[in-house]
Structures are given as C-alpha cells and as structure tokens.
C-alpha cells in the first residue's frame, strides 16, 4: 500500500480514469482539504477551522462529504459503485459553505485539487483494526486513482464516547471510555507506521486530554457528538494545527459562546495532542 504502487495503477487504467486534477495543489497557496467522513467529520471540520485558519491570514477551502454515521465499508461500496449517495458540504475562500446533494465520491474529488483528504472510521468501528483494514486499503487506492500526485491522505483520529454514553456501539469497548480511547489510539498509531499518511488528526487525543481538565467529561452534546461550542472548537483547533504547522495556543480567535477559560484549556488539550498523539496529557 505505498505510492509506488498507486502511480503503477496509473499505467494500467483505461483513458477515461486520467486524472481529473492536472493542476497541483502545490502551485497555489491555498490548502484544501477534503474529508470523506459522517457526522463526525463535521463536528471537527464544518465549524470554526475556517475562523481559526483567516484569523491566522491562511487561505483555505474545506470540503465534507456527508453520510451519518458512514463506515469505511459503505464509503468503499459507495466509490467502486460510483453512488451519488453524498451530501457535499464546501467552505470556500470567501467562508460561505455550500451544500449539494447526491455528489459521489468521484465527483467531489474532481471538485478541486485537494492537497489532503481525510479517511476516517465510523465511531463504533473506529477501534477495530481488523474491520478497519477490510476497506481502508482498498478506499486508499482508489482515492489515489482520482486525485492529483501531489494529493496528501490524511487519517482522522476521532474521540472515545462520553462515560455514560449510551450509543449501542459502546458495548464493542465494554463501555467503557478508556478502552475505547486505547483501542482508537493502538488503530491510528499502527497507521501512522505505515507511512501511507502524510499525518495523524489526533482529535480524539486533543478530546481526551480536555477531559482531564476542570470541565471534565463534557465534550460531548449526546455522549459521542462533540460539545456545539468547546467541543468542536477543540477538534478543530487540532486540526488547524496539523494542516498549517501552528501552535494553537498562540491563535487569538475564540468563538463567542467560548470563555476564555474554555478556550484555554482546549488550546492547551490541542497542543499536547500534537506533542503526544497517543497518550493522554493532563491540561489545568
């Protein structure tokens, strides 16, 4: 599964499958990023990373693919059957978000010249390694058959469910939050090893990290999706500091329905993540 493999591919495909972008995503200075995702993907992307990233004087455009609760092995199914089973939701430059229904994967590829798309696994699964890697190798190639070169695969790490949280698919960590919390972080760093990614989205560690602050285990609005205000803001303070090599504690914007003291402590949560993507930090 490296990329020596993917530009062989290349070679073998017929002349319809010709790489949609011819444009590198290097030649601008605009980072895009595209994540294939569920509900989950919009916590951590749709809100506040734009804001982050302005405020920072970062050019970026944000794209979601959107089913709920989407595992790898529907997104799989979905590509290799070209469904236009998505709702697309794109951030532009100028921060308006765009939604259009039944986009297929294919199409929100082809959309623009990504520099990263995220893969990701649906909450329940996103311990289970072995299921994990039933769709991921294979969603990996086809990604890379669409996209320019240049294009980075991202993963993103998503958090454990809330303590008394009460989705059915807690039972596959015995609900219990650290296990599942050990088991989310033995899958990603296992991925991090293969050198398949350009990086590791630790949200899941950034949301851990908070949960050992004075605002406890309250991250999330239902026991698994994050918090409207310091929840999703701590994802995506995390990812804004993956994508631009930031330090999140420096970032002056803070949402309106954060205080400072939420925004301290999930700016510290975020910068320890990225420091120690797999092992739980305490934050003040």
């Known amino acids: 599964m490296k990329k020596l493999s993917i530009y062989l591919l290349f070679l073998l495909l ?4 010709v790489l949609a972008q011819e444009t590198s995503p290097k030649d601008d200075d605009i980072i895009k990023v595209l994540a294939i995702g569920n509900s989950f993907s919009e916590d951590a992307l749709e809100n506040y990373l734009y804001e982050l990233s302005t405020a920072a004087g970062k050019k970026i ?6 089913i709920g609760g989407a595992p790898l092995e529907l997104h799989l199914k979905n590509a ?7 709702s697309y939701r794109k951030i532009n430059l100028d921060g308006v978000k765009k939604t259009t229904e039944q986009v297929s994967i294919e199409d929100a590829l082809s959309d623009d010249n990504w520099d990263y798309v995220s893969l990701q696994q649906a909450s329940p699964l996103s311990g289970k390694y072995n299921v994990i890697m039933q769709s991921l190798g294979d969603l990996w190639t086809y990604v890379f058959a669409h996209v320019h070169p240049d294009t980075r695969l991202v993963y993103h790490q998503t958090w454990a469910y809330q303590q008394d949280s009460k989705h059915e698919g807690f039972a596959n960590y015995d609900n219990s939050q650290k296990n599942m919390y050990d088991s989310i972080m033995s899958v990603t760093s296992r991925l991090e090893k293969t050198g398949d990614y350009a990086f590791i989205v630790p949200d899941g560690t950034t949301i851990q990290n908070a949960r050992t602050s004075s605002l406890g285990d309250t991250f999330t609005r239902d026991g698994y999706h994050l918090n409207l205000d310091y929840g999703r803001f701590a994802a995506a303070l995390t990812w804004y500091a993956k994508l631009f090599d930031l330090d999140p504690t420096k970032t002056d914007y803070r949402p309106d329905k954060v205080t400072e003291k939420q925004a301290k402590i999930v700016k510290e949560a975020a910068k320890k993540a990225v420091r120690k993507p797999y092992k739980v930090s305490k934050v003040r």
């Open 14 to 17: 017929p002349f319809q499958f």
């Open 61 to 66: 455009v944000i794209g979601n693919l959107y």
């Open 80 to 86: 290799h059957n070209n469904l236009k089973a998505y």
